[in-house]
């Protein structure tokens, strides 16, 4: 499975990104997907995950309220649409991929086999 993340940028606080993953290699129905982010000098952080399947969804604290995983199966490809954004949301903002046909929605990143490059998310004050 290969992974490409696209979509990050420079957006100003209180603004909005979508960023995008697309998968190639495997069935997409078969993958659960999810979205990490690491900033400089910090631990690796979950954001988002949607199951396999599409049915269900999993968001760290941090995404509550201002962001939305969805999939686009035609597409092969899962967004992380960002709202409301805060300077303490930029990071470098990773999709993982983990071949599962199940209704769960994974959080933790070991539960993942496969990792894109990253796109970078930069919010301004």
């Known amino acids: 499975v290969q992974l490409q993340a696209s979509g990050g940028g420079l957006v100003r606080a209180g603004g909005s990104l979508r960023v995008s993953c697309t998968a190639s290699?495997?069935?997409?129905?078969?993958?659960?997907m999810g979205w990490f982010r690491q900033a400089p000098g910090k631990a690796r952080e979950f954001v988002a995950a949607?199951?396999?399947?599409?049915?269900?969804?999993n968001y760290g604290e941090s995404a509550k309220g201002r962001f939305t995983i969805f999939r686009d199966s035609a597409n092969r490809t899962v967004y992380l649409q960002m709202n409301s954004l805060k300077p303490e949301d930029t990071a470098v903002y990773c999709c993982?991929?983990?071949?599962?046909?199940?209704?769960?929605?994974?959080?933790?990143?070991?539960?993942?086999?496969?990792w894109g490059q990253g796109t970078q998310v930069t919010v301004s004050s």
């Open positions: 290699g495997r069935t997409f129905p078969t993958l659960a």
């Open positions: 993982a991929a983990k071949l599962d046909q199940t209704p769960i929605a994974y959080t933790l990143s070991y539960r993942y086999s496969y």
């Open positions: 949607i199951s396999g399947n599409g049915e269900n969804t």
